[in-house]
């Protein structure tokens, strides 16, 4: 019985040191392919050419100060004026993914927007992955990450700074390849589909 015990406090060391790792990384670690959130197939087939285009090599964003200050305004911006609501309060459906053109949106919807206005400043479309956390309570929750060159950082319309993502608090769970838009990779361990909430 011991035995059983050392064995399994080992396993235990080692995936706690095995995390911590994964956390320190200034880059979160893909683990495969994974499914499309229905999310992105609804807005992608209601949006005509939004979610087209070739696939492409990776391109990070150089962060300099004028990057950062760009980011920051994006983010401040779009978290200022759209409204939260929840899907079901705006649209009567459970999940709809779209831009907030009428100031009111939920998580997915300040990501989509930020992504946009980024793209048409300059910044590479692959370096803009819409991303799939689960927050502090186990809710999912949507963010943008950012790949730079340095690390990659989140936008999220929950905080208007600008986080590494391993400081965020939140559980990675999916994200868009930076190759092909339409195709999401898993990070971390594999989870279940989470269900989203007003953010």
């Not at 999310?39 to 939004?50: I, K, S």
């Not at 400043?121 to 790949?147: I, M, N, S």
């Not at 990675?172 to 909430?197: C, H, M, Y």
Request: glycine fraction near 8%.
């Amino acid at each position: 019985m011991k035995m059983v015990g050392a064995v399994w406090g080992a396993i235990a060391l080692i995936a706690g040191t095995l995390s911590a790792a994964v956390a320190a990384s200034p880059f979160a670690q893909e683990t495969g392919a994974t499914s499309v959130p229905y999310g992105w197939v609804d807005f992608c087939n209601r949006y005509a050419g939004e979610c087209d285009g070739p696939v492409l090599a990776p391109s990070p964003v150089t962060l300099t100060a004028a990057t950062l200050r760009d980011l920051e305004q994006v983010d401040r911006s779009v978290n200022a004026s759209v409204q939260s609501i929840t899907d079901m309060e705006h649209w009567g459906v459970v999940d709809r993914w779209d831009y907030p053109l009428d100031g009111k949106g939920d998580c997915e919807d300040y990501v989509l927007l930020k992504r946009k206005v980024l793209i048409s400043h300059g910044l590479p479309r692959q370096a803009l992955l819409v991303t799939v956390v689960k927050d502090r309570a186990g809710e999912g929750h949507a963010v943008l990450t950012v790949k730079t060159t340095k690390a990659d950082f989140i936008l999220d319309n929950m905080n208007d700074k600008i986080l590494r993502w391993d400081e965020t608090g939140y559980r990675f769970v999916k994200r868009q390849s930076q190759e092909d838009q339409n195709l999401w990779v898993a990070i971390g361990a594999p989870q279940s589909e989470p269900l989203f909430t007003a953010r």
